[in-house]
C-alpha cells in the first residue's frame, strides 16, 4: 500500500538555489528525476500554450514538477476559478516547491489556488475530476509497463475532452539506441512502442523547443475524446 499523501509537511531547511537543488537530487536519483537541467522558461512556455484558450475554471493537475520551472508559468496563467495541484515523488523538490510558493513574488496572486501534494501519481485515485494534466515525468526512463500503467491513469483521471501535455527530449530513444546494452535496447522499444502507439492515435499537437538543455517536443493528446454522435 502507497503511504498516504502529504501536502502540510514544512520544509526544516531553507532552500537551495533552483539548480542546485536540482543537480544534487539528479545524481542520487536520476530514474525519477529524469533530466540533468530544470526545464528552460521556453519550454515551460509551451507546455503552458495548453491553458492559454478560451475555457470555463479548470482544475488543471500537474504531474512532476521537481522545483517548479513549469509551476511558475502555470502560477502565471491560472485564472480566477482554477485550482492546480501539483504531484511530486520526490519530497525534497516538493519542499522547495512549497516554499517557493509562499514566499516568491511569482506566486502571490495565485498561491492560494495552488498544492503541492508528496507522493505517486496513482495516489490520486481513479476520478475523472481534472480538466488539464500537465507532467514532467522521464517517460523514457521507466519500464515499458510503467509507462502503459502511467497511461492508463492519466485516462483515469481527465475528464472527457481533457488535454495531456507533456515534454520528452528530442529523439532521446533513437539517440540513446546505438550505445547501450541489449537489455537497455529492449527497454527502449518496448518504451517506444507504447508512446508512438498513444500518439498517433490521440496526439493533436507538436511543437519542438529548441531553447532548452537538451531540446524537447512538447506533445498535447485528448486521452479521452468526447463522442461525436
Known amino acids: 500500500m502507497n ?11 531553507a532552500p537551495l538555489k533552483e539548480t542546485r537543488s536540482f543537480i544534487k537530487e539528479v545524481v542520487g536519483r536520476f530514474s525519477t528525476t529524469g533530466a540533468i537541467l530544470p526545464s528552460s522558461k521556453y519550454l515551460a512556455r509551451a507546455i503552458c ?11 488543471i493537475l500537474e504531474v512532476g514538477p521537481g522545483t517548479g520551472a513549469i509551476t511558475r508559468e502555470i502560477a502565471k496563467v491560472l485564472r480566477p476559478g482554477d485550482t492546480l495541484t501539483a504531484i511530486e515523488i520526490n519530497e525534497s523538490f516538493a519542499e522547495h516547491l512549497r516554499h517557493e510558493i509562499q514566499t516568491k513574488k511569482e506566486y502571490a496572486k495565485t498561491k492560494d489556488q495552488i498544492q503541492v501534494l508528496v507522493g505517486k501519481l496513482e495516489d490520486l485515485g481513479g476520478d475523472a475530476v ?3 494534466i500537465i507532467s514532467g515525468l522521464p517517460m523514457n526512463n521507466f519500464e515499458g509497463e510503467i509507462v502503459k500503467q502511467i497511461f492508463s491513469v492519466f485516462r483515469s483521471l481527465m475528464k472527457p475532452g481533457a488535454p495531456l501535455s507533456y515534454y520528452e527530449y528530442f529523439a532521446i530513444r533513437n539517440l540513446k539506441y546505438p550505445f547501450v546494452p541489449q537489455t537497455e535496447k529492449k527497454r527502449l522499444r518496448e518504451v517506444s ?12 499537437r507538436a511543437r519542438k523547443v529548441w531553447m532548452n538543455v537538451p531540446p524537447a517536443v512538447v506533445r498535447t493528446l485528448v486521452l479521452n475524446p468526447v463522442s461525436r454522435k
Not at 5 to 12: D, E
Not at 51 to 58: G, S, T
Open 193 to 204: 512502442e507504447i508512446v508512438d502507439e498513444e500518439i498517433k492515435k490521440y496526439q493533436v
Open 49 to 59: 500554450g495548453t491553458l492559454r484558450v478560451e475555457r470555463a475554471p479548470w482544475n
Open 3 to 13: 503511504p498516504p499523501l502529504s501536502k502540510n509537511k514544512k520544509a526544516s531547511w
Open 130 to 132: 481534472y480538466d488539464c
